[in-house]
């Protein structure tokens, strides 16, 4: 722009206001300002500045830029770890350190240096370093110092603007508000104004009288000066917030509007589903946020004090200190600020930065006011919390990796914090380590409940804390674990949804939530709240539940301040997420009041507004479903209705449409539009409005997007993107529908075009429709409302061309640049010549090469149309994506039709045919939702995308041609839907995503106009005669269209016809078949000559055929259709026959007898499942196993314990069978035979002493060996004594108090369960097998019928032949009854079922009930019971018998004979015959009948049998089910006493294994102790013999053994070796080293003055020398012994220690077994106490005391016969034992006598032998001597067995040598062979080269003759010659490299290496062909 840079300036000026100096500024706070490493632990903590390393941020919030990207300053002195800052300085180009930045600041303040011209250093300002000539870009601050870039804070900067911004740095330490760095001077006038202004600021500041807070904040400072000299700002430091605030973004350009173009009137608006938005300032007074402003409202004058945010891009969270005195304010936008106001002056006091990214989520003052915590969005989530009054960051850190929602300081305990958000809740410590003060956090832990978002919750006075759950329960924490989930009873959670506050108020708990209740509970009971499982719930019920309202969704609480007794105040006020402020009162008292809505607001996006068309009224639609009408120059709400769905669109409609201009057509989200009329109320006031609905339709199945009236008032046109239509509705006749037109695109947005009076369409795909109105009278809409006779539609399809608008733009800068560089290279040219030109132009195209050329591509889906703008016969259109940020100027007109395309010119755009004519650009990417003009056409009003409200002027009458934007931060970051202006444009008014609605006044030409005076009367009277009657509402959401109901009314009408036809033909055909009756009926009657036939009346005989296929068809259609239900019918009987009918093993069969009444059933039992069979394999395994450990840790025990009752035992055994400890005696007689026979002898008869005495030692020491220890046990006598413990017969009673519970009767839930489950297996089989053979039973029975069957045929074969009076009396056949063939009642056939219905059917007509029809399950069974045969055996068919009873026989047979006798008589042998045959017959007769019966009588005996079994059986299954039933009761008892029990064997078996690992320990230190113990033996031995050596070789009678000895004895210190002294050299003092000073040093002869140190003349040297070797070996052994016995010291000290502890853990698990003891006793009484039924015959019970039972029996002890007999065997057992023993006793004490006089005599006769052997020696050498000394002084059998070895060994190397000598001289044979064969190739070689230059000499004349005519050399000549030239040298190279392999392989041992190759290009092609 053309002022910009006087813009620019002004912007400085401003930001410099900001600066006010105090006499604290200066080296001072330069001394403070440091930087240190960097504090990587920042995952859980963050460092401060009181810990190591942590830094003092000086003179405030500086950022340190790094040379790097990711070198970035952090808070409290954390560095990051790419930082490149340098103390010294740094060097040139790159970024000066941030103190040499404030240095010349402060020296530019104080006037010390002059800088006038002086350019700006790199880094000063707010432009990005380059390095390399290469922009790194935009920089990410992620700095953690208190630190940072200020904005401009006049105006908001977004896109190339804000990149373009200058960073300025201000610190707000020492009392510096605004040191900025890199600011450019123009000069020293106006450096020193600036000063002036500041340093006058800075003493207002200062002189102005004391006030509250600086005295509040005394002491608090002072304290914080004598530990940091960083106190902040002065207390009585003000910013002036009149400078800072967020204003108006303006131009000075011309055209451009005025800074105070509009200023806030008033706002409408309330957030009220922000967290925590609503707080209470004093009695009158609360505070809240709303868009971009935060708001005082006096709830008692209803009157509203703003104060606007910094940023200007809204407000994010709130906080009120303690005191009432401040409330901070947490912004948003890019790394907002926290600005704390004082209250109730609302001055700026405090600045806090640098506290998060993108803006602050929540903010929490602690319980003292003097630390404020915040909280911070996405992405950082960062956790900061600050010391306020010094504008400083104390900690920070990540709080989480999701939303975090909350954070408070703990009231009770100092240091601790709570944070609370999206799955999760953490609790953070402020914790001093050794690098400084630390926040860590811990997360809590869920464990089995599910995880939860976490709102609300509270910290209680011990620590705990209480939070709410989604599913509205609560949650009681115990450090990082869940305590129990507090619920109430009968399964009802504490709330409905999120708990969104909890509050601990005066010793009560009060909780409300998203069910609008708020509930009071008792916070003893909470507190002390505790379950024993981990997953149970706490029940309890609230005190007080108190419902605030319908559909009211408390989202924060707080309390009213009452300054005369705040303590007893109970009213509270609420927000409600609805859109409310509650006023409640929550006390206990009956005279409480009602919950009372004080404020009422829209609860979610405003979503369109229209103002009044005559008066100063605005109406407003929001997502909520809300419409409001305000009286805004009134400031009040006048109407408020609610519907169920969110509204989306609004019209008030003008005069045209209502002369009364009350009328509002609203359109809804469920695609109802609404037509309400505003009217006066009841109360007849001015001001009492109300809303009548008029019209309601539903044209739509979606959302209506937009709606618009024609400008005549006719006709309303509605638009919808869900269902792509557009209905049209006629206003004039009552707003009926006209119809709709279906679009093949969803509709955005509707415009009326005055100048064409044709309609606008804005669709999703980018096109736009030119349509005509429909007129209502051609429009058919009996059928249906779609229009099919659609009118004239032009299109307009709108052709991305974002990218091509792009491309110019950056090849416009690329020739801006290219200009650039080209003027600084001709620059360069000039001033330094044309190599630093071409240099510097290298460079430059090098950098210009990198850079990437961007894709510029148009997207793949169009962009949807957001507005359309009509103008005259054009309109202007506004899109979403990347086509945002422009308006586009276009036509249905294309004057570029037809026409070529135009070429193209670089950094132009050059319109094509398709687009739009002309472009504005906006200079923005954000995308433009409302865009209209003010009422009287002067300006352009535009509503963005991130809240802000632009305003254009007008400039072209004719065209729109926009002036410089007036912008204004109205509305939090989101969309501004709907912006407006009044009537007569003196307010503008604007509605957003945020639910507010700001009224500002327009300012014309920035002159503040008078406010207009409001009209009495806003609305003009209806006549009565004209009242409006309401209608229905449509409340269901899913109710019908107007298409649909008009669809569903055709459809029942065509249905309804249909029917009518079908019953006028079935009419028809009634008709027709009375006819064709009587037909047929007289047809009968006629003669049979004259009867037609059947046949005749068949009119066509296809007709048969056609109906039998169709029948045909429609049964299989019919199938198809059942089939599905078949299916499930069949598989619902799967169901219930696997359910109820396969889990039966066996079902009860009745067996009956023949003869008799007696039967048998069977146990009806279920299978056993599959899970019981599972758990008993389970428990088998498991005991298993168990059994193998236990196994496993008795052997390792008794193991340990054999080898601990003599730890010495192995080593003694060791020492008996190994005497030389060596694994064998060295030189034995199994050595091999030596050469030198001599030596052989002498070896021979010492080995054999040797073996002998060896023997003896053996000897002994197996005897010692075979002693046991004093605490030895012999295992044979403690088995038996464990044996008689076991087996002694005491039976203790279970009720007794010293009672114990045998470890091997102990029984836990897992085994009681497995024995129950194998009881219950046991019962099973058991039934089973009686099953079984009752079935086998049945079986024989069946078989009998069978055989029955055919004795009966013979029976009436026989009989039928014999007289009446000779038939005898037969047994009837048996059947098989229903009761013993359960299983055929659920077999069915297809005829079972046909029989069954037509039964059914039958009974239902003869009208005989289902009780009185007697048919059986499934139909089978449906016979009368006197009809019913029974089945039959036979087959199997179940068919009834087929013998006739005997009188029938009879007569049969009579009627035989008389016919016999009356045809003719029969002969005598004829009768003889037949006499014969009749004794046959009767003996076959008697033998079959006999032959049933007793078939008969054998199958009733065996049932009779198995019925007795069956009632012993009965007995013993009925006490096993007794017996399960008390295994259940012990399972269930079991089970409550289970987890303790566990907890008890785990700490016995933890004590245990702790009692063995220790004894494993000490067992393992003393076996050390013994080795130990042995070495040092084993050393003091040594030097027993080492000195026995010194005393022999000074022989007798040496003059000088005194000296030696004391040469010998003389006591050294000696220098530590370097192994043992390795790593400690370097700090060993001079004192350590090698000393041969002595003791005795001193000390000399004084007799003879001889020097220990040199040997004395006389001496033997080699004496001296071997006396000298001596003392070192006696100076080791000393030293080895001293060292052993520090060993052994400390072995034994550990070994005392373990010991000790051994004790302390034997105790220990005494007390654990105790507890288990005592445990069990506990659960022993437990089991005794339940009740166990016993099954006793009378002569079981015996009473002792006397003949006579007592009457009561419950004291009886039940005991078995038994063990009755074993106690009084045992009795008589025990006396003879014990005889036995005593017996045993004396024996035993008589040889222990005789034992201790044979060792008496034993040691007698030991003595005497010593002295024997002593006498020989003394005889033989005339002292004693050590044997093993004399043997070791005569020939060794291993030095001589070494020297032969010796000699083979040299014999076998000289072999081998000759060998390597023969291989060496065949190498270099073949080495000679190889060089002259590697030379021969080499002379090949140079001859072939030689050849190879002739050839090319001749081809080079050839090519001279022939190319003589050109003269000169060639280039492709000399690139030839100069390719032979390194040929020639490369081949001379391995010349070279081959001589000297030569030399190398010529001499022996050498290292060959491969010749130096040096690197020659390819060789071109000779003659340049390819």
């Not at 802000?948 to 934007?965: C, F, I, M, Q, W």
Request: hydrophobic letters at 30%; one cysteine or more.
């Amino acid at each position: 722009m053309a002022d910009k840079e006087d813009k620019e300036e002004e912007k400085k000026s401003n930001r410099l206001s900001l600066k006010t100096a105090t006499n604290k500024v200066g080296a001072e706070a330069l001394r403070q300002f440091q930087l240190t490493s960097a504090d990587e632990d920042g995952a859980g903590a963050a460092t401060g500045p009181e810990g190591e390393g942590a830094t003092d941020p000086g003179i405030g919030e500086e950022v340190s830029r790094a040379a790097g990207d990711d070198g970035v300053a952090e808070e409290g002195g954390v560095v990051g770890e790419n930082e490149v800052a340098e103390k010294d300085g740094v060097p040139d180009g790159e970024q000066p350190s941030v103190a040499d930045d404030i240095q010349a600041i402060f020296e530019e303040e104080a006037g010390d240096t002059d800088k006038e011209g002086e350019e700006d250093k790199p880094g000063t300002t707010g432009e990005p370093s380059t390095v390399d000539g290469v922009d790194p870009g935009p920089q990410k601050n992620e700095t953690e110092n208190v630190a940072d870039e200020e904005k401009p804070v006049d105006s908001p900067l977004d896109g190339e603007e804000e990149e373009k911004a200058e960073a300025v740095t201000d610190s707000y330490d020492d009392g510096v508000s605004g040191v900025e760095g890199g600011v450019e001077k123009e000069g020293k006038e106006e450096e020193k104004a600036e000063k002036e202004a500041a340093k006058k600021e800075g003493d207002s500041a200062s002189g102005s009288s004391v006030s509250p807070i600086e005295e509040k904040y005394t002491e608090i400072l002072e304290y914080d000066e004598e530990e940091d000299h960083d106190v902040g700002p002065d207390p009585g430091f003000y910013y002036d917030i009149e400078e800072v605030y967020a204003r108006a973004d303006t131009s000075e350009e011309p055209h451009s509007l005025p800074p105070n173009f509009l200023s806030l009137y008033h706002s409408f608006g309330y957030e009220c589903m922000k967290r925590n938005n609503l707080h209470v300032m004093d009695e009158d007074n609360i505070l809240f946020s709303a868009g971009n402003y935060i708001q005082i409202l006096n709830m008692k004058t209803k009157k509203l004090k703003y104060l606007p945010s910094i940023g200007g891009r809204g407000i994010g969270a709130l906080a009120v200190h303690p005191s009432r005195m401040f409330f901070a304010v947490g912004e948003r936008g890019y790394e907002p600020d926290i600005l704390i106001f004082e209250y109730p002056s609302l001055k700026l006091y405090r600045v806090c930065k640098l506290g998060t990214e993108t803006a602050y989520a929540y903010l929490s003052f602690s319980p003292d006011g003097n630390k404020l915590a915040s909280l911070g969005c996405s992405p950082d989530f960062m956790l900061t919390i600050w010391d306020w009054m010094r504008e400083k960051i104390i900690l920070r850190s990540k709080a989480h990796g999701q939303d975090v929602f909350r954070v408070s300081f703990s009231t009770e305990i100092e240091g601790q914090l709570t944070t609370g958000g999206l799955g999760h809740i953490k609790f953070w410590k402020m914790a001093s380590t050794f690098t400084g003060l630390k926040l860590q956090g811990e997360l809590g832990k869920f464990g089995r409940t599910p995880i939860s978002d976490i709102e609300g919750y509270v910290e209680l006075p011990d620590g705990k804390v209480l939070s709410g759950t989604e599913w509205g329960n609560m949650l009681l924490w115990d450090g990082d674990l869940i305590q129990c989930e507090l619920t109430q009873f009968e399964k009802e959670n504490c709330h409905k949804g999120m708990i969104q506050e909890i509050f601990l108020d005066e010793g009560e708990l009060i909780t409300a939530g998203d069910d609008g209740s708020i509930k009071i509970w008792d916070f003893e009971t909470i507190d002390g709240a505790d379950v024993l499982e981990e997953d149970a719930q706490f029940k309890m019920e609230p005190m007080i539940d108190i419902p605030v309202g319908e559909d009211v969704k408390i989202m924060s609480m707080c309390k009213t301040y009452n300054p005369n007794n705040n303590d007893t105040n109970s009213i509270w006020l609420a927000q409600d997420g609805a859109g409310g402020i509650w006023k409640l009162d929550i006390s206990v008292s009956l005279t409480k009041k009602a919950p009372e809505l004080i404020q009422s607001y829209h609860s979610g996006a405003i979503k369109k507004l229209q103002p009044c068309p005559y008066t100063h009224m605005v109406a407003s639609v929001g997502a909520d479903g809300g419409i409001r009408v305000f009286d805004y120059l009134r400031r009040k709400t006048l109407v408020y209705q609610k519907f169920k769905p969110g509204g989306s669109c609004l019209i008030w409609a003008s005069r045209v449409v209502d002369s009364r201009m009350g009328t509002l057509i609203a359109g809804f989200s469920d695609g109802v539009i609404r037509v309400l009329n505003l009217e006066y109320g009841d109360q007849e006031s001015a001001f009492d409005l109300k809303l009548i609905l008029q019209h309601v339709h539903k044209p739509h199945t979606g959302e209506v997007t937009a709606m618009v009236v024609d400008d005549e008032g006719k006709t309303l046109i509605t638009g919808s993107k869900d269902d792509c239509t557009l209905f049209f509705f006629d206003i004039k006749s009552s707003f009926l529908p006209v119809g709709f037109i279906k679009l093949e695109s969803p509709v955005t947005t509707l415009a009326w075009s005055k100048h064409l009076q044709r309609l606008l369409v804005g669709l999703v795909d980018g096109r736009v429709l030119d349509i005509a109105i429909p007129d209502p009278g051609l429009v058919d809409t009996s059928v249906t409302y779609e229009i099919s006779a659609i009118p004239s539609i032009r299109e307009y399809k709108f052709n991305s061309m974002r990218h091509k608008l792009d491309k110019a733009k950056y090849e416009q800068r690329i020739m801006k640049r290219d200009a650039e560089q080209e003027e600084k290279l001709q620059k360069i040219l000039n001033d330094f010549g044309e190599e630093e030109y071409l240099e510097e132009k290298k460079l430059l195209e090098e950098a210009n090469e990198r850079e990437e050329e961007p894709v510029f591509e148009g997207p793949p889906i169009p962009n949807k149309v957001l507005n359309i703008l009509p103008y005259g016969d054009k309109f202007y259109l506004t899109l979403d994506g990347c086509d945002a940020g422009y308006i586009y100027e276009c036509s249905f007109y294309d004057p570029l039709q037809g026409l070529p395309a135009p070429s193209m010119v670089k950094g132009e755009w050059c319109r094509e045919p398709g687009e739009p004519l002309s472009v504005i650009d906006l200079e923005t990417d954000t995308t433009v939702h409302d865009i209209t003009f003010m009422s009287d056409d002067s300006n352009v009003m535009i509503g963005m995308g991130d809240g802000t409200v632009r305003v254009h002027s007008k400039l072209d009458k004719e065209g729109l041609a926009l002036g410089p934007p007036f912008t204004l931060p109205a509305h939090s970051e989101g969309i501004v839907h709907s912006i407006n202006t009044s009537y007569d444009t003196r307010f503008l008014i604007s509605g957003g995503d945020d639910g507010n609605i700001f009224v500002y006044k327009i300012n014309h030409a920035g002159v503040e106009l008078s406010l207009p005076t409001p009209t009495d009367q806003l609305l003009k009277p209806r006549p009565k005669s004209d009242m409006v009657t309401p209608v229905d509402d449509i409340d269901d959401p899913k109710a019908y269209s107007i298409e649909e109901a008009k669809q569903k009314s055709e459809y029942e009408k065509m249905v309804k016809t249909a029917e009518e036809k079908k019953m006028r033909v079935r009419k028809t055909i009634t008709t027709l078949r009375s006819k064709f009756k009587k037909l047929r009926i007289k047809n009968n009657e006629l003669p049979t000559h004259l009867r037609l036939i059947p046949k005749d009346f068949e009119m066509d005989p296809q007709m048969e055929t056609d109906i039998d296929h169709e029948v045909r068809d429609m049964k299989e259609l019919l199938q198809k259709r059942l089939a599905w239900n078949s299916e499930k019918q069949r598989l619902q009987l799967a169901k219930l026959r696997k359910r109820f009918k396969d889990v039966i093993a066996t079902d009860r069969i009745v067996l009956h007898a023949i003869n008799s009444e007696e039967t048998v059933a069977t146990f009806r039992c279920a299978k056993p499942s599959q899970a019981m069979q599972q758990a008993l394999d389970h428990f088998k395994r498991e005991s298993s196993a168990q059994n193998r450990r236990a196994a496993t840790r008795k052997v390792s025990v008794s193991v340990r314990q054999s080898s601990g009752q003599g730890i010495s035992f192995a080593r003694k055994v060791q020492e008996a069978t190994d005497p030389t400890g060596a694994g064998g005696v060295t030189g034995s007689k199994g050595g091999k035979r030596l050469r030198d026979p001599k030596a052989n002898k002498s070896l021979a008869k010492a080995e054999e002493r040797k073996a002998k005495r060896l023997k003896r030692e053996t000897e002994w020491k197996n005897l010692y060996a075979r002693k046991p220890s004093e605490n030895y046990e012999d295992p044979v006598l403690i088995a038996a004594i464990d044996y008689a413990k076991s087996n002694m017969g005491d039976f203790n009673l279970k009720t007794a108090t010293n009672y114990k519970v045998p470890e091997s009767q102990r029984q836990g839930g897992t085994f009681k369960r497995n024995q129950l489950l194998e009881l219950r297996k046991t019962l099973y089989l058991t039934k089973m097998g009686f099953n079984e053979k009752l079935l086998a039973l049945r079986e024989q029975k069946m078989q009998l019928i069978s055989e029955a069957t055919t004795w009966q045929g013979k029976l009436d074969e026989i009989q039928s032949k014999l007289q009446p009076h000779e038939v005898m009396d037969r047994p009837a056949v048996p059947v098989l009854l229903d009761d013993e063939l359960p299983e055929r009642m659920m077999e069915y056939t297809p005829q079972s079922l046909r029989e069954f219905k037509e039964s059914y059917d039958q009974e239902q007509k003869a009208g005989i009930t289902e009780q009185e029809s007697g048919f059986g399950f499934g139909g089978f069974n449906n016979q009368p019971s006197e009809t019913k045969q029974p089945v039959h055996g036979g087959g199997g068919t179940g068919s009834s018998s087929k013998t006739q009873p005997p009188s029938q026989v009879h007569e049969k047979s009579e009627t035989i004979s008389e016919l016999l006798l009356t045809e003719y008589n029969s002969s005598s042998l004829e009768l003889q015959l037949d006499e014969v045959d009749k004794v046959v017959l009767l003996h076959q007769q008697q033998c079959l009948i006999n032959q049933m019966r007793e078939a008969y009588q054998e199958f009733d005996r065996e049932l009779k049998v198995l019925r007795g079994s069956k009632v012993d059986l009965d007995v013993k299954l009925k006490n096993g089910d007794l017996r399960v039933i008390l295994l259940f009761e012990e399972l269930l008892l079991l089970k409550e006493f289970e987890k303790r029990e566990n907890y008890l064997k785990d700490c016995l078996s933890s004590k245990v294994q702790d009692k063995d690992d220790l004894q494993e320990k000490i067992e393992e230190l003393q076996s050390k102790l013994d080795n130990n113990k042995m070495m040092m033996d084993e050393m003091q031995d040594n030097e027993k013999l080492l000195y026995e050596s010194f005393t022999e070789q000074l022989g007798e009678n040496n003059k000088f053994a005194d000296f030696l000895t004391k040469v010998f004895k003389k006591k050294i210190k000696r220098v530590k070796k370097s192994a043992e002294a390795e790593g400690d050299s370097d700090e060993s003092d001079s004192d350590d080293d090698y000393d041969l000073s002595s003791d005795d040093e001193d000390e000399e002869d004084d007799e003879h003055h001889l020097d220990l140190n040199v040997c004395p003349p006389g001496c033997s040297a080699e004496l001296y020398d071997s006396t000298i070797l001596l003392r070192e070996k006696r100076l080791d052994l000393e030293e080895a012994i001293q060292e052993e016995k520090k060993t052994i010291d400390t072995l034994k000290k550990e070994l005392d220690s373990l010991i000790k502890k051994s004790k302390i853990i034997n105790h220990g698990v005494k007390g654990a077994m105790n507890d288990l003891e005592a445990f069990q006793l506990e659960k022993q009484k437990k089991m005794n106490e339940l009740d166990m039924i016993v099954t006793l015959n009378l002569n079981q019970i015996q009473y002792g005391n006397t003949q006579q039972l007592p009457q009561d029996l419950s004291q009886c002890l039940i005991f078995e016969g038994v063990g009755v007999n074993k106690l009084e065997s045992r009795i008589k057992e025990l006396q003879l034992e014990k005889a036995h023993q005593i017996k045993k006793f004396k024996e035993l004490k008589k040889s222990h006598i005789q034992l201790i006089k044979g060792k008496k005599n034993l040691q007698e006769k030991l003595v005497e032998l010593d002295e024997r052997c002593q006498n020989a020696m003394m005889l033989k050498f005339g002292r004693i001597v050590d044997l093993d000394k004399l043997e070791s002084i005569s020939t060794n059998r291993i030095a001589e067995e070494l020297k032969e070895a010796i000699l083979k060994k040299d014999k076998r190397f000289n072999r081998k040598l000759k060998e390597w000598d023969i291989e060496i001289n065949q190498a270099k044979q073949r080495l000679l062979l190889a060089t002259r064969e590697h030379t021969g190739r080499i002379d090949t070689m140079l001859e072939i080269s030689k050849e190879k230059e002739e050839l090319e000499e001749f081809l080079d004349s050839k090519q001279k003759n022939l190319g003589s005519e050109y003269s000169g050399q060639r280039r492709s000549d000399l690139k030839e010659r100069q390719r032979l030239l390194q040929l020639v040298q490369l081949q001379a190279q391995e010349i070279d490299a081959l001589k000297d392999e030569i030399g190398i392989l010529s001499r022996k041992d050498g290292h060959i290496l491969p010749p130096t190759q040096t690197s020659v290009p390819p060789l071109p092609p000779i003659g340049g062909r390819k």
